[in-house]
């Protein structure tokens, strides 16, 4: 994973061999665990997530990141269970493996902790949080 300190046109530079780059957003169905998971076949999660990246990529992005949106009422970043960064860092990584481009992780809403620990396991270059304070009601 790129370094912390670098700027960002080098880390970009570093991750994608370039300083200007796009980056397709793969938003993942509900995930088992999440509020509207529906039973749906986690495979058919992974697919949709791979075919959503394979998409982006022959569009022409430059890699993709992978986010939890379809987990809609996003947890708080302490509630999120561990089914969550299991799930995300299977798909990032066959994301990764398969296509060969740049991965990054965002685990909404906010969650920097289970976002790195994914990026970890998935090999994945970059993690996106998208935000420093929230209020939660």
């Given at each position: 994973m790129t370094q912390l300190g670098q700027s960002g046109a080098d880390a970009l530079l570093e991750l994608f061999g370039?300083?200007?780059?796009?980056?397709?957003?793969?938003?993942?169905?509900?995930?088992p665990g999440s509020p509207r998971f529906d039973g749906e076949a986690v495979e058919a999660i992974y697919q949709q997530g791979l075919d959503d990246a394979?998409?982006?990529l022959d569009g022409g992005?430059?890699?993709?990141?992978?986010?939890?949106?379809?987990d809609i009422p996003f947890a708080k970043p302490d509630d999120i269970g561990p089914e969550t960064a299991a799930y995300m860092a299977v798909v990032s990584d066959r994301i990764?493996?398969?296509?060969?481009?740049?991965?990054g992780i965002n685990v909404l809403a906010n969650a920097a902790i289970p976002a790195l620990a994914i990026a970890s396991a998935a090999g994945a270059g970059f993690i996106r949080v998208n935000q420093w304070a929230n209020a939660y009601v």
């Open positions: 370039r300083t200007k780059v796009v980056i397709g957003v793969v938003h993942l169905a509900p995930l394979r998409s982006y992005c430059d890699g993709v990141i992978v986010e939890n949106h379809g990764r493996r398969e296509l060969g481009k740049p991965v």
